[in-house]
């Protein structure tokens, strides 16, 4: 099973809705919604808001955009990031960039590298903690994630948030370099509404095609 513990303000009604877009016409599926009615919100409470990206690869030199730009205040809530380490070379030193109320060329939070950003070190583990770790890994597929719950992300006019693409160089005596890679990226965040639309989720062929192959 799968849960989410996220909360999910509404103040006049809330719909939930599950598609089926697979192969298997038909999947058994269990479901529990649990809520709370009559509470008094303010009317610019935040609604919680999921956008999903792939780039399938990367462009070589360019940070993967984890969180378009969003206008207006809110508060940043985590990602799930999901990596297809197409040449199997070490590509975690990527830093996350957080953009915020008017920044352009340097952003007001800046990591260390992706691996630092999940809260492990000296690589990536087999191990799940409760607001960051490594969910999955196969090869050189890796599920991660992130929660920003006991240290929460406001912003007060705009935010944008990258994943810089860089990993270890070829050439002997180390060093860096800028790598391509197949990274997609659920952002979870609350803004009020009436908001900026989200961009168009993938359809499911663009979702689940495979990794791109390294020339």
Same mark, same amino acid.
Not at 86 to 93: F, Q, R
Not at 95 to 101: G, I, N, S, T
């Given at each position: 099973?799968?849960?989410?513990?996220?909360?999910?303000?509404?103040?006049?009604?809330?719909?939930?809705?599950?598609?089926?877009e697979?192969p298997?016409?038909?999947?058994?599926?269990?479901y529990?919604?649990d809520?709370?009615?009559?509470?008094?919100?303010? &009317?610019d409470i935040?609604?919680?808001?999921?956008? /999903? *990206?792939r780039?399938?690869?990367? !462009? @070589?030199?360019e940070?993967?955009?984890?969180?378009?730009k969003r206008t207006g205040?809110?508060r940043?809530?985590?990602?799930?990031?999901?990596?297809?380490n197409?040449?199997?070379?070490?590509?975690?030193?990527g830093?996350?960039?957080?953009?915020?109320?008017g920044?352009?060329?340097f952003?007001?939070?800046?990591?260390?590298?992706?691996?630092?950003?999940?809260?492990h070190?000296?690589?990536f583990?087999? &191990?799940a903690?409760?607001y960051g770790?490594?969910? /999955? *890994?196969d090869?050189?597929?890796? !599920? @991660?994630?992130?929660?920003?719950?006991?240290?929460?992300?406001?912003?007060?006019?705009?935010?944008r948030i990258?994943?810089?693409?860089?990993?270890?160089?070829?050439?002997?005596?180390?060093?860096?370099r800028?790598?391509?890679?197949?990274?997609?990226?659920?952002a979870f965040?609350?803004e009020?509404?009436?908001s900026?639309?989200l961009?168009q989720m993938?359809?499911y062929?663009?979702?689940m095609?495979?990794?791109?192959?390294?020339q």
């Open positions: 099973g799968m849960s989410i513990y996220l909360q999910m303000p509404f103040l006049k009604n809330a719909k939930f809705t599950i598609t089926n697979g298997e016409k038909y999947v058994p599926f269990y529990q919604v809520y709370t009615i009559n509470e008094k919100l303010p &009317n935040g609604r919680l808001h999921v956008s /999903f *990206r780039e399938n690869p990367t !462009t @070589l030199g940070d993967f955009t984890i969180l378009p205040m809110g940043f809530l985590g990602c799930v990031l999901g990596i297809n197409v040449d199997n070379k070490w590509w975690g030193e830093e996350v960039k957080m953009f915020l109320d920044d352009e060329k952003p007001t939070i800046c990591g260390t590298g992706t691996e630092d950003y999940i809260g070190a000296w690589g583990h087999n &191990n903690f409760l770790g490594m969910a /999955f *890994r090869d050189k597929l890796y !599920t @991660l994630y992130r929660w920003h719950l006991p240290d929460p992300i406001y912003w007060k006019k705009d935010i990258t994943l810089q693409q860089i990993g270890a160089s070829d050439v002997q005596g180390g060093g860096y800028n790598k391509q890679e197949d990274v997609s990226a659920a965040w609350y009020p509404v009436p900026k639309p961009e993938p359809d062929a663009t979702r095609a495979p990794g791109y192959t390294p």
